[in-house]
C-alpha cells in the first residue's frame, strides 16, 4: 500500500469550508484513496473514497488530482461537530486481509 | 441494528492477569480486525479474521491471541497483561474483500498497571 503524508493539524472557521490536503506520490493505478475519521476518542467512520474521479456524498467531497499523487478531502461547511482527526488511507482494493493502514492523520479543529 | 458493540468499555488489569475483549456485530460481515491505538498514534492491527474458524496475525500479534467461534463474533485475549499493553483497543468488522467501509466499535480503554 502506497503511503500517505497529511499536514499533522489545521484549523477551520465554524461555516467555512474545511480543505484536508494528502499527498501519495507512489500510488498504484489500482489503488482507492480512502478518507476516515476519528471524533474524540471514538472509533473510526469512514467518510469517503475513490479512484480516479472526483467524489461527493452526504458528508463530503473528495478532489482526486490527474496524476492522481495527491488528494483533498473538502468538508464544504465545517460544523464544530467535524473536530476530529482525518485519516487519508491509500489501498488496494482487492488485498488479502483487506486491512486499512492508519498513520497519524491531520487534526482539524473548527473554530466559532 | 447495533452495528458492531465491544465489551467491556473500560478494565483496569494487574501486570500479569488475563483479560478477554468481546467484540460483536450484527451485519452478517465476513471479516473482524483487532486495532490497537496508543496516545498520539495511529491504529495498528494485532488480529484480523476472514470468516468464522479463522485468525490470522497482523502487525503486532505478540502478546495477544483471538478466536472467531462464531461469525458474529471476535474474541481478543490478553494472557499475561503488560504494561505496554496500556492501549485503546478498537473491533471493526467489514462485508469481505473489496468492500470499502469498515465498520468500527466505540472502543476499549485498557491500563495494565
Known amino acids: 500500500d502506497a503511503k500517505t503524508t497529511q499536514p499533522p493539524s489545521m484549523d477551520c472557521a465554524e461555516g467555512r469550508a474545511a480543505n484536508l490536503p494528502c499527498n501519495h506520490s507512489t500510488i498504484s493505478g489500482n489503488e482507492y484513496v480512502y478518507w476516515y475519521r476519528q471524533i474524540h476518542s471514538q472509533g473510526p467512520q469512514y467518510i469517503i473514497h475513490g479512484l480516479k474521479n472526483n467524489e461527493t456524498n452526504e458528508m463530503a467531497s473528495l478532489i482526486i488530482t490527474e496524476d492522481r499523487k495527491s488528494s483533498t478531502l473538502i468538508l464544504p461547511h465545517a460544523t464544530l461537530r467535524d473536530t476530529a482527526v482525518y485519516y487519508c488511507?491509500?489501498?488496494?482494493?482487492?488485498?488479502?486481509?483487506?486491512?486499512?493502514?492508519f498513520g497519524t492523520g491531520t487534526r482539524l479543529t473548527v473554530i466559532p | 441494528n447495533a452495528g458492531v458493540t465491544q465489551t467491556p468499555k473500560f478494565r483496569v488489569l494487574k501486570t500479569g492477569q488475563s483479560m478477554t475483549l468481546l467484540c460483536a456485530q450484527d451485519m452478517n460481515h465476513e471479516y473482524m480486525y483487532w486495532y490497537r491505538q496508543d496516545p498520539g498514534m495511529g491504529l495498528r492491527l494485532i488480529h484480523y479474521?476472514?470468516?468464522?474458524?479463522?485468525?490470522a496475525k497482523g502487525e503486532v500479534p505478540d502478546g495477544y491471541n483471538v478466536s472467531r467461534l462464531k461469525k458474529q463474533n471476535f474474541l481478543l485475549g490478553l494472557e499475561s497483561a503488560a504494561p505496554s499493553q496500556t492501549s485503546v483497543y478498537f473491533c471493526a468488522s467489514t462485508f469481505g474483500t473489496g468492500a470499502y467501509e469498515q465498520y468500527f466499535g466505540p472502543g476499549t480503554r485498557l491500563t495494565v498497571t
Open positions: 488511507i491509500v489501498r488496494a482494493r482487492q488485498t488479502g486481509a483487506n486491512n486499512l493502514f
Open positions: 479474521s476472514v470468516g468464522e474458524g479463522t485468525t
